[in-house]
């Protein structure tokens, strides 16, 4: 089974930053495409950004575009996402999965990001 440890959340004001991470293990990490998903209250889980198993694709969700990066450490088994310019409306928690989904892989605990204005 691959276990998903999401950190780096906190309170930010409007236009700052924060650094997530994502820990994963399972020896088959490398395997997966990954992707970050956010849910803020009373909403639907979204996609935010996604990368391919090597790094070399990726992909943001327009809201993001611009503002977040994705990127991975496969030696190191971890997803980063780096958000910069952050708004009010990027407040969520933040979760990590394999994109596609993997169905034996659930969602973590994820971590919240709150953004004030």
């Known amino acids: 089974q691959v276990q998903l440890v999401e950190s780096g959340g906190g309170l930010v004001q409007a236009g700052g930053s924060l650094r997530l991470s994502c820990a994963a293990s399972?020896?088959?990490?490398?395997?997966?495409?990954m992707g970050w998903f956010r849910q803020a209250p009373g909403k639907e889980r979204e996609f935010v950004a996604s990368i391919a198993w090597s790094g070399g694709s990726t992909y943001y969700a327009d809201s993001v575009k611009g503002r977040f990066t994705i990127s991975r450490d496969n030696a190191k088994n971890t997803l980063y996402l780096q958000m910069n310019s952050l708004k009010p409306e990027d407040t969520a928690v933040y979760y990590c999965?394999?994109?596609?989904?993997?169905?034996?892989?659930?969602w973590g605990q994820g971590t919240q990001v709150t953004v004030s204005s």
């Open positions: 399972g020896r088959t990490f490398s395997n997966y495409a």
């Open positions: 999965n394999p994109h596609p989904r993997v169905p034996s892989i659930g």
